[in-house]
Structure formats: C-alpha cells, structure tokens
C-alpha cells in the first residue's frame, strides 16, 4: 500500500462556483472522511459534494491514474494495483486495506466497478464500514436481474415476458428464445451499462450473442450469468430516480428519458420526457417505489422501464447506485443525489419527504461525450492535447460539465471512454436543445477522435426536436453508421462563406497588414457525404470587406457572393460578421440564417481544418488559377486494404476464429478485440482464404495493426 504524494498539475484546472442543486441543506453531522471507490469523472463529482458537506475525501487509484485530477482533487489518495481493473478497482483487499490506512468512515463507490456488488457491502459492514448505497440484501436482491424480476411480479411492478431462472448455456438460451418468440434479449444478471447485452433474432444470432454476451459479463462485473427476456419492439427507454433513507421515507423523482443508445449504451438523455403523460409519471413514480418499500430499499437507486407507443411501462432492472446521467435529475429537481446518499448511509433522514413537494423545474439534456469513433462506436486512446470545456451560455449554470480530465491527461485502453457527460438547462425543452447544440459548438478536443459530430447531429435533427425517438434512433436514422454532417443547401452555404472569410484573415495576419486588398475570390472544394463515399462539393466565393482595414483581432463584417458549381444550389448573397480573436480556436460567425460557431482546428498544405455543426471538414480553399491548374493532377492512388483485417483501435485479443488456409465467407468471424471493457466482433471484409494470422488469443494490438490477411483475388 502506497499514499500518493499529492502535486500540483502543469495544467489548470478551473472548477466552476456551479450550484446546479442549490446550497448545500445538510448542517448535521454525517462523516468525517470518506473513500471513493472509484476513478474519473464519478470521483470528482462525489469529491465536490463532500467538500460543500465538509467531509475529507480519500482517493484510489491505479498506476494507469496516478496522475489523474480525481487523485489531485482528493485530500488523500492510495494505489490500489496496476491498470487493469481486475487488479486495482475490483481488489476488494487493496481497498479494503487503503479504508484502513486512511481511517475512512464510509465508502462511495461511484457507478460501475464495485458499486453493485453485495459482497463488497457485506466486507465493508464486516470491517465496520458505512457502505453509502443500499443494504447488502437490498443490493443482492435487485442487482440480480433474474431474482429482481421474480420480486417485481410479487411487488405488482409490471414486466416483460421471459425467464426467471438461470441460463445453463447457449442450447438453453435457445431453447428459451423458441419458447417466448423473437426477438430476444440477452443481457447479464448481475450487471449494467450496456455491457454483457445483446439482441438477437434467430437462433444463431442467440449462440453468437450468449458467448459475447457472457464473457463481456465476466470481464465487467465477474459475473457471467446471463437471463433471457423478450424484446419490446419500437420501444422508449425510461426511468424512474428513487432515493430513500433508513427511516422508512422514499421519493420518486421525475423520469429521464434514455432511449438514445448504442450497444445498449446510453448516449443522450433528458428530463422529463416528452413521451409520458402526469398520470402515467405519477403510475410509473408509485410502482418504482412499491418495489424499493418491498425490499427495504435505503439510498439513491433507479428503476429503468421499456415503455411502448401506448404508454405500456414494463420493468426492466433496477441500478442499485448512483446513475451516470443523474445531472439532468439535478437540474429539474434541485436535490443533490449525492448529498442524499451521504444523508442516508449515516442515518439521517431524506432533505425532503413530502412527495408533493418534488416538482419539475425547466427541461434538462445530458450527451455523453465519449473519446470513440462516431461511425463505429470503437473507442480512441490518446492524449488530450487540446481540450476545452463549454461554459454557461444565456443563464449562469445552464451549461454542466461533469468530467474527470483536463488538458494533457491521458484516455486509457483499461477504462471507459467517456470524457465528459456534458449538461444543459433551459425553461423549456427547445431552450435546452438549443443550449445543448451551442455548448457542443464551444467543446474542443483534440488528441483523440471523439462523438461530438454524432451528439450534435442528432440534437439539432427534426425528429429529436419533435420528440420522436425510441431505443432505435441512431439505426434507423444512421443505418450504415454515422459518417459526419451531409450540407443541406444552407449549411454549404455558411461553411463556404465561413471558410472564405477566415482564410482573407489569416491572409492578413499572415502578412501583418491592416490594408490588404478589400476584396478577393477563391474557389472552396467542401467534403460532401454521398451513398458512395465523400465527393467534393465545388463553391466560388467573392467576398469583399464593409471597412477599409482588415481587423487582425476581433471582429470584420463581409459581403459575400457564393455560387456552387453543380448547380444543385442557388447563388446566393449575404453579408457575414465574423469574430475571430488570434491564438483562439473559436470563431462567431453572424450569419443572415442565424448564429453560428466554427472551430478552426489545423492548417492543411491547401486550406484548413475546421469543425462544424460538431463535424470536422478538410476544407482546400484556392484561388480560381489554382483551381484551374488542379485538374491537370493525378489522383493519388487509394491502398487496397480489402484483403485485409485490421484492428480498429488498441486492445487485447480474446479468440481468434481462422487458421491460415482456412475458407472465409464475407462477413464471417475472424477475431474478437477486447478494449474498454467492450468486446468487438471482426469480420471478414469478403470471401477468400486466409493466407496469413498475425494474432492469438491474450495478445495485444495497436490501431490498424494487421491481424489477418487473405490470399490475392
């Protein structure tokens, strides 16, 4: 056991005077020092809440975090292990033994990790320990999927048709499949988060996903059972926040709406949802806490429902801990789940236990912001060399970030990879919405590839707005995966305007003069989406400048003529104001169609790069001679990659599925990576022989590594 040497980070951390619930309510005496069993963003937001409460705060930590901000936040910290999670924060005696140095009173354990496991609750109450979450047989009853189940049905909570028991192996999932009809959802028994789930819709797809499905339950939660229930079609993921002390009083909060997932993940959540009714809240409120009173229920837990078009709720599990996307309950509700659950672990009662007294307060929206491929969903490693988080926009603290980096820190294959849940508020759900798209504009990252194009593309698009969503959103909307923002009409047109007036200004600052010529032409070629990859969207752009000088710093106003060479989009003429301060990423653009932001991201040998509406364009930007000359240029000749099965991203291979010589349909297994806890099926590109294995199972692989190649065609 190792106490880590508190420094002072070469980066600054500037945590904002955010009261997103209001002043803290608790003037009693809870505990003087608490551990948190956790990493990340999770333990920076339970060390936030202590500190308002006065309690000192005790870290741990792996040798993949010892220099994270949550380490450097805490009074104390203590190495638990090395990286991988199986040895550090799910070694219950390295935690155990840190609870004894440091004298901790009590243990937060954050969400994931050990925060649904009973027998850790049963050591913590052993050692003399407050566990700040539910009971040991709360926990074990409801953390179990298949037991909390059986104990909904007796407590009258609604449920979805499946089975009870537990799943032998894949022949009796199948079994199970054929009996309660297609499709099916596999999902572990004793976890959460998406991991260890899959939906399947014949019997091969049930054997496939059983063995994924299991072993992404061992590799999370060391657990590998798995339960097997019918699933809702075209249904709305919705959840009810319960929090309850050990005095008998439990309240129900007002309902998160999460059906916007991948891998059975949630991306984007709100509160409340734009799908319920007051009397189907209020039926939902009482059953969620009919089941918690039924099984002695104390603490912060939440019970997540399948809800179908005609407002049908069936149970789904019960999360036994704090959730991830408790922000947006913070929001409307002005209760600090985290401060109630400290309440309720050292014997005091709920801040407030007059059910009526909840009410809802505006509209709220959280986006998960995850360091992944948007199109794929494959999580991306690397150092934030730039990062910087949004700030509150038309009210003070309309705007949350709950994040456990900073600039310079290190996304790590071992761990989840969300950045940050990024926040917003508003009186009303279009405010929120609008706030949200603003704050994903003002985020930069940079360092690793990120999901910020997805999140802003889904949250300005018309049905998001419209509140039509269900659990299927991103694929029915992105059916062959998110490729970037395809320009309308209007969108071409303001990137192209946008780009042209950055490049007249960084022509002047390039040559330090304030008297360049007033006006100038380029022609941009803007990367446009099409069924069969990218083409190059062609505009003429004619801007001249409304003032005799160019301004180096700050603001220029432009009148701007564009005309699109394809003829798809009409000509069109407008004047631009744009402000652009030097050394800063972000521009504000004040466009005839509104507001608008641009992040000038790098400069390339015939433009730049920038971001916008959250996707990054490689934009070139010539003049007309230039362009001229362009066409007498041979294209560079693509690398045929299609014999070969690369790695998408950093990790560890679990099973490999082909030996050289052997025969391979498209689409076939070839490999499974394991990398963020996350398990991902390689499949073969297209028919042919395998000439060549470069991996084996428990070996590791860097991003676009070779690990099969097949014979020439």
Known sequence: MHRFPLIRSRWLHTTRPAQYFGPCKTTEKTFDKILIANRGEIACRVIRTAKRMGIKTVAIYSDADANSLFVQQADEAYRVGPAPT??????????????????????????????????????LDEAGVAFIGPKEYAMAA???????????????????????????????????????????????????????????????????????ASDEAQSSFGDNRILVERFIEEPRHIEIQIIADNNGNI???PERECSIQRRNQKVIEEAPSTHLDAQTRRKMGEQAVALARNVGYNSAGTVEFLVDKQRNFYFLEMNTRLQVEHPITEYITGFDLVEEMIRSASGLELTTKDQ??????????????????????????????????????????????????????????????MICKLSTHGPTRADAIATMNHALDQYLIKGVTHNIPLLRDVVSSSDFASGRITTAFLDDHYPHGFKGHKLTSETAEQLATASAALQFIRQARESYTHVASRSASYVLLLPQLQPDGVH??????????????????????????????????????????????????????????????????????????????????????????????????????????????????PGTIVSVAVKPGDVVAEGAEVAVVEAMKMQNVLRAPRAGTVKAVHVQPGSTVSGDDIMVELEDE
Not at 383 to 395: A, D, I, N, Q
Not at 547 to 555: I, M, P
Not at 568 to 590: G, H, Q, R
């Open 86 to 123: 199986s040895q550090s924060y799910l070694n219950m005696d390295a935690i155990l033994d840190a609870i004894k140095a440091s004298g901790a009173q009590a243990v937060h354990p954050g969400y994931g990790f050990l925060s649904e496991n009973s027998g850790f609750v049963k050591r």
């Open 142 to 212: 409801m953390g179990d999927k298949i037991q909390s189940k059986i104990i909904a049905k007796k407590a009258g909570v609604n449920t979805i048709p499946g089975y009870d028991g537990v799943v032998r192996d894949a022949e009796h999932a199948v079994e199970i499949a054929a009996d309660i009809g297609y499709p099916v959802m596999l999902k572990a028994s004793a976890g959460g988060g998406g991991k260890g789930m899959r939906i399947a819709r014949t019997a091969h797809e049930v054997r496939e996903g059983f063995k994924l």
């Open 251 to 253: 309240l129900w909060l």
């Open 356 to 417: 009526s007294k909840v009410e809802i307060n505006g509209w709220a929206i959280e986006s998960r912001v995850y360091a992944e491929d948007p199109e794929k969903y494959l999580p991306s490693i690397g150092t934030l060399s730039k990062y910087v988080e949004p700030r509150s926009w038309k009210t003070e603290n309309d705007v949350r970030c709950d994040s456990g980096i900073n600039e310079g820190s290190e996304i790590s294959m071992y761990y989840d990879p």
């Open 536 to 649: 190059k969207l062609e505009a003429r752009v004619t801007l001249t400048l409304d003032s005799e000088t160019v301004s180096l710093q700050g603001a220029n106003t432009f009148t701007v003529s564009t005309e699109f060479t394809n003829g798809e989009y009409a000509s069109t003429t407008n004047t631009l104001k744009v402000v652009w301060d030097v050394d800063m990423p972000f521009v504000e653009i004040k466009h005839a169609s509104g507001d608008l932001t641009v992040q000038f991201l790098d400069p390339l040998p015939l433009g730049f790069r920038v971001q916008f509406l959250g996707t990054k364009f490689d934009i070139d930007v010539l003049l007309p001679r230039q362009r001229e000359l362009m066409r007498f240029m041979k294209e560079r000749e693509r690398l045929d990659t299609s014999k070969l099965v690369l790695s998408p991203m």
